[in-house]
């Protein structure tokens, strides 16, 4: 699965596993071929299975790997995360005009 999305976006990366006793969700990121644990922190968290990105960045982008177990086994579902810059345009900016004159004598 792709997910895409631009530079200060809310994204979610969505990951549902169903089975008995209930599974229980692990997020990995995918760097030089290592699966790295996501840590929480004020910009990223996990609602149940679904990966939560706040004021997403261009860096934030990548393969995210979800682990789903329970006693039974477990799943794997990846997902690839492209965020784009974007544009953006200071509020404050003023437009200049400068003319050109030229003489002929």
């Not at 071929?33 to 996990?46: A, D, E, F, K, Y």
């Not at 979800?66 to 039974?72: F, P």
Request: with cysteine.
């Amino acid at each position: 699965m792709q997910v895409s999305g631009r530079r200060g976006d809310l994204i979610a990366l969505p990951c549902v596993a169903h089975g008995y006793p209930l599974p229980s969700y692990r997020w990995y990121v995918q760097e030089n071929g290592q699966l790295r644990p996501i840590v929480s922190s004020h910009r990223i968290s996990q609602l149940e299975g679904t990966l939560i990105i706040q004021q997403a960045t261009v860096a934030d982008s990548g393969h995210f790997v979800c682990l789903a177990n329970n006693s039974l086994g477990e799943e794997r579902a990846h997902t690839r995360l492209l965020v784009t810059g974007g544009t953006s345009l200071s509020q404050n900016l003023s437009l200049v005009i400068i003319k050109e004159n030229v003489c002929v004598c």
